[in-house]
């Protein structure tokens, strides 16, 4: 398919995407009511509960649980250019983050989950560093997409780590520097393990990882392609 205009058809969907969320009454990200960005009762429930995965041999700490309005708020941020969300989302990423380098010896620096040219174009923001710069949590950009992927979203457990293998590379500066890994969401925690490993073949030491949200265990994909609900 002739794809030249691809970049030129991204920058007028988002513009169209823009202008429509000006013309739009306004709805709760969580669960739809109208007149209100983000209702009282949402906004509750977006309160950090951090809780500690272990994936891989990763330690994945998240501030919240991927499911009902939770997760219909984070899909907004991520789909639906919703970028106001994200001062609600943050709480629970900075609870996340604390908890990761909680009894780390400083300093620990921060690397974000690098964000695919292909998000980028469709959506023109870096979600995982949006959320940790509404978190107070300074970046560092150690990490950046080294080829295409396809969406995560519609493969099994072992087509994602294929998926994501050799997707990133580390940046030389990376070398000697403990880190925490941020990113938005985990679910089988593919990405984050390959972030790692693009790191760690740097010299940096990854000591664990933040998120803002996790999936709970029986809805992370096993082995067959399924898609993310
Ligand atoms: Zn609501």
């Given at each position: 398919m002739d794809d030249r205009w691809a970049p030129a058809r991204d920058v007028i969907r988002r513009a169209c995407a823009q202008a429509l969320a000006l013309l739009l009454p306004v709805a709760c990200a969580g669960c739809g009511l109208q007149g209100v960005a983000l209702c009282a009762p949402c906004r509750a429930l977006l309160a950090p509960r951090p809780e500690a995965h272990s994936i891989g041999s990763l330690v994945v700490w998240s501030g919240l649980s991927f499911e009902g309005p939770c997760a219909r708020t984070v899909r907004a941020l991520k789909q639906a250019g919703r970028t106001d969300v994200a001062t609600a989302l943050a709480p629970a990423l900075r609870a996340a983050v604390r908890a990761a380098v909680a009894?780390?010896?400083?300093p620990v620096v921060a690397v974000a989950v690098p964000t695919s040219r292909t998000a980028m174009r469709r959506r023109g923001y870096r979600v995982p560093e949006l959320l940790a710069r509404r978190a107070g949590v300074r970046t560092m950009r150690l990490l950046a997409p080294a080829r295409a992927t396809s969406d995560q979203r519609v493969l099994g457990r072992e087509e994602r780590a294929r998926n994501v293998a050799g997707s990133m590379r580390a940046r030389a500066e990376a070398a000697g520097l403990a880190v925490v890994l941020v990113d938005d969401v985990v679910t089988t925690g593919a990405t984050l393990e390959e972030a790692r490993r693009a790191l760690e073949r740097e010299g940096a030491h990854v000591i664990g990882a933040a998120v803002v949200a996790a999936t709970p265990l029986r809805d992370r994909p096993r082995t067959a392609a399924r898609r993310h609900r």
């Open positions: 009894g780390a010896e400083p």
